[in-house]
T-cell receptor, first 115, second 108 residues
């Protein structure tokens, strides 16, 4: 596709339920990133995939959060047993193996609301 | 640990006034710094990066290693500059560490 695609764009879920957020990166971008955007917290790094290397999971806030990237393309971020503090906009970005002229290309995000 | 600090949550200026969005960083190596911008109802996008030394939409940013700063400047603000601005620092590989962001509001 022409850009980074994220789905769903909005998700309302009940506390305690599991959610899956999807990211479809730009074709040819081997690097994929997940960030969480919330008021006052800025952009919080969650996880980074680069090609076939082991992902950098250092930003995942708890073991309720996990992500995978199948076939080096689509990625899914899963949050288990959601809590109200998980409410935020979850942004996905992709890039070439190096940060070239264009840096990251971001998706439009998934707004998650836990009620 | 790398850190990016944007001390102002909100900066409000009048149209035509100069703008300076502050960014300070802490990093032990040779930093690579970026400014990203998010306009209302649009995606976050790259505004400029320090190694390109370009002026984008009238904005410039100079890396000051002595003061560990990368402030974003524009001599004359325009209403269409109103947006959220994030400063970011590149760690090893491609990973970016972002600041908390500054909302710029340009009043007419």
């Amino acid at each position: 596709g022409a850009g980074v695609s994220q789905s769903p764009s909005n998700k309302v879920t009940e506390k305690g339920k599991d959610v899956e957020l999807r990211c479809d990166p730009i074709s040819g971008h081997t690097a994929l990133y997940w960030y969480r955007q919330s008021l006052g917290q800025g952009l919080e790094f969650l996880i980074y995939f680069q090609g076939n290397s082991a992902p950098d999971k250092s930003g995942l806030p708890s073991d309720r959060f996990s992500a995978e990237r199948t076939g080096g393309s689509v990625s899914t971020l899963t949050i288990q047993r959601t809590q109200q503090e998980d409410s935020a906009v979850y942004l996905c970005a992709s890039s070439l193996p190096w940060l070239g002229e264009d840096g990251y290309t971001f998706g439009s995000g998934t707004r998650l609301t836990v009620v | 640990a790398q850190r990016v600090t944007q001390p102002e949550k909100l900066l409000s200026v009048f149209k035509g006034a100069p703008v300076e969005l502050k960014c300070n960083y802490s990093y032990s190596g040779s930093p690579e710094l970026f400014w990203y911008v998010q306009y209302s109802r649009q995606r976050l996008q790259l505004l400029l990066r320090h190694i390109s030394r370009e002026s984008i939409k009238g904005f410039t940013a100079d890396l000051n290693k002595g003061e560990t700063s990368f402030h974003l400047k524009k001599p004359f603000a325009q209403e269409e500059d109103s947006a959220m601005y994030y400063c970011a620092l590149s760690e090893y590989g491609n990973k970016l560490v972002f600041g908390a962001g500054t909302i710029l509001r340009v009043k007419s």
